[in-house]
């Protein structure tokens, strides 16, 4: 099954790691073999990265688009054990994560990722 991406000027999106931008029309793709995409608006740049589930969100995204996911598994433990440890709270949504990737669900994982920056900042507002 075809996957439909409808684009607005100027939009971008990472298809296998490369990044593709739109011109200056509104666009349609039709993605028609399996690949690895995001969109540059689902990104969080490693210079925006200012909170640890913001930097874990950043190895999510490393390990969707990497064809050796090995390397950034073990940043995404180290990472989430650093959550872990500073806010216990957030322990299901790090476990949901963890769930996904051992599942190999890493757009799932990228999608559980932006769970915890909210659930971060909604500790962080509270306290």
Same mark, same amino acid.
């Given at each position: 099954?075809?996957?439909?991406? #409808? ?20 666009? #349609? ?99």
């Amino acid at each position: 099954m075809a996957l439909r991406l #409808d684009l607005k000027p100027y939009e971008g999106f990472l298809i296998n790691g490369a990044l593709i931008r739109n011109g200056s029309r509104r666009s #349609d793709f039709l993605i028609e073999t399996h690949c690895k995409f995001l969109r540059e608006s689902e990104v969080i740049k490693e210079s925006e990265a200012d909170t640890p589930a913001k930097m874990l969100c950043v190895t999510l995204q490393m390990l969707y688009l990497a064809d050796d996911p090995a390397e950034a598994e073990d940043l995404f433990a180290r990472q989430a054990t650093e959550i872990m440890r500073a806010s216990p709270a957030l322990a299901p949504h790090l476990l949901a994560i963890h769930d996904a990737i051992a599942d190999r669900r890493y757009h799932g994982a990228i999608k559980l990722g932006r769970a915890l920056v909210t659930a971060e900042r909604s500790f962080a507002e509270a306290a």
